[in-house]
C-alpha cells in the first residue's frame, strides 16, 4: 500500500460528506501536513499522509506541534483504515 492510496480514499470520504481536501505547497515552510480538509460547518484539520508503518520527519514533528499549540487538529494517517475515524472526528469538533 501506498501513502497516495490513502490520500485517495481521504479525498472520497471527504467529499461524500460534502468537504473538501486541499493539497498544501507551503514555499518557505517546510514540514507542514501533506492536506488541509475542509469539512462543512466550519470544521476543519490538517492531515499528514503516510506510507504504512511510516512516521512523520523531525521537522513535520515540529510543525505539528506547532499546529496543535495554535489549537488546530493534526492527524497522522499511515492506514486506510484510519481514513474514516479522523473524518469523523473533524465533523464532531
Do not use: N, W
Not at 63 to 68: A, P, S, Y
Amino acid at each position: 500500500m501506498r501513502e497516495r492510496e490513502i490520500e485517495r480514499r481521504l479525498g472520497r470520504q471527504v467529499k461524500d460528506l460534502g468537504g473538501v481536501s486541499v493539497k498544501l505547497a507551503c514555499p518557505g515552510m517546510d514540514g507542514m501536513p501533506d492536506r488541509l480538509v475542509l469539512m462543512p460547518g466550519g470544521k476543519m484539520a490538517f492531515v499528514e499522509l503516510k506510507a504504512p508503518g511510516m512516521k512523520p520527519r523531525a521537522l513535520q514533528e515540529a510543525r505539528h506541534r506547532m499546529l496543535r499549540g495554535l489549537g488546530f487538529r493534526v492527524y497522522v494517517l499511515d492506514d486506510p483504515e484510519m481514513t474514516g475515524e479522523a473524518v469523523d472526528e473533524i465533523l464532531r469538533a
